[in-house]
């Protein structure tokens, strides 16, 4: 064994002793999934796909690494399909090297060119917005656009979560995409000073924190109001959720940013034929419909309608700015947060 390859095997062996379950090795009739999305999510999708095919899903769950941990097993990896959240995951993942060109031909036939990757390494499986959550007894704007939040007359009322986490960081890099880093500078700085409370927390807090007054309006996605709205095991979420309404900022401008969850193929995978049904099975009508109903996201596939619930919030209009261009400019989004000491809150 040469010593790189006994370096991987070291790097690989160590990751695989991690408390995380590790799926089975390449097996007929079995696919293996690395995935960041939460189990309750993905796992009702799976039950249909493995009915419908005879495919048993072996999954592994982490919250982070997963990506890192594919490079470093490398041609021992059981990784077949990798699904993730944000475009500068799948981006990552084909400039690391780990991804391979998906065949199924639900990718060129069913994905608008926006959502899927110029040479096929990654699809978007699914769409999420990044919008407004206003409160319903002190607002009464009802159309906003994102540089509405950034006038003075929002001085210390608005939250949102810490700038360098992957959903305000596309925010700000469509910012740049779309007007330049000089404007988004002068933009961020205002939104900065405008913020109620240095950002922390989560995207369901800064709703929350509009309940309790200490805002106005919270920048997040629009998935977490039907996780709120049905939410069993916290029902204090409800009300949480029912102190605000959502605005779709830019709706009849520019568009509002968009960000995805997605797929790749591992660039090792053992079962590829099984990992490409996967994701023609993921692209079709019935499984973009669960993402919808279970999720609260936008289905990728033109023509499959958002949920009821997600219907009811407002029409989405995408801000049509290539998703491969906002992932181009993530670096300056995560250095103008640092310069300009985001997380710090106002400084005026």
Not at 129 to 152: E, G, H, N, W
Request: proline share 6%; hydrophobic share 40%; with cysteine.
């Amino acid at each position: 064994m040469s010593k790189n390859i006994g370096m991987v095997v070291m790097m690989a062996g160590a990751i695989m002793t991690a408390t995380l379950s590790t799926p089975a090795l390449a097996q007929n009739g079995e696919v293996n999934i690395y995935s960041f999305r939460q189990q309750s999510l993905l796992q009702p999708l799976l039950d249909k796909f493995t009915v419908e095919t005879g495919i048993k899903p072996n999954v592994l769950y982490a919250s982070d690494g997963l990506l890192e941990r594919v490079r470093a097993e490398g041609e021992l990896s059981p990784a077949d399909v990798v699904v993730t959240v944000d475009i500068g995951n799948l981006v990552g993942a084909k400039e690391m090297g780990i991804t391979q060109p998906i065949t199924a031909p639900a990718l060129t036939a069913r994905v608008p060119e926006a959502y899927r990757d110029v040479d096929g390494d990654w699809t978007a499986l699914s769409l999420r917005a990044r919008v407004f959550y206003v409160s319903k007894d002190r607002v009464d704007a009802t159309a906003l656009t994102y540089d509405d939040i950034a006038k003075p007359e929002w001085k210390g009322r608005l939250c949102t979560r810490p700038g360098e986490h992957a959903y305000n960081i596309g925010l700000i890099a469509q910012r740049i995409a779309a007007v330049g880093l000089d404007e988004t500078r002068e933009w961020l700085t205002k939104v900065r000073d405008n913020l109620a409370y240095p950002p922390n927390g989560a995207d369901r807090e800064q709703v929350k924190n509009i309940l309790d007054g200490t805002c106005d309006l919270a920048i997040a996605n629009t998935y977490y109001m039907g996780v709120m709205l049905n939410n069993t095991a916290e029902p204090e979420q409800k009300n949480w959720a029912n102190s605000a309404r959502i605005i779709y900022p830019d709706v009849d401008s520019d568009g509002t940013q968009v960000n995805v969850a997605g797929a790749f193929i591992a660039k090792y995978a053992p079962n590829t034929e099984n990992a490409n049904k996967l994701i023609e099975f993921l692209l079709s009508d019935e499984a973009q419909a669960i993402y919808a109903d279970t999720n609260y996201e936008y289905p990728v596939v033109p023509g499959v309608n958002p949920a009821p619930l997600v219907q009811s919030w407002g029409k989405l209009n995408p801000s049509p700015i290539s998703l491969v261009e906002i992932a181009a400019h993530r670096g300056e989004a995560a250095a103008l947060v640092d310069e300009l000491k985001f997380n710090q809150g106002a400084q005026n």
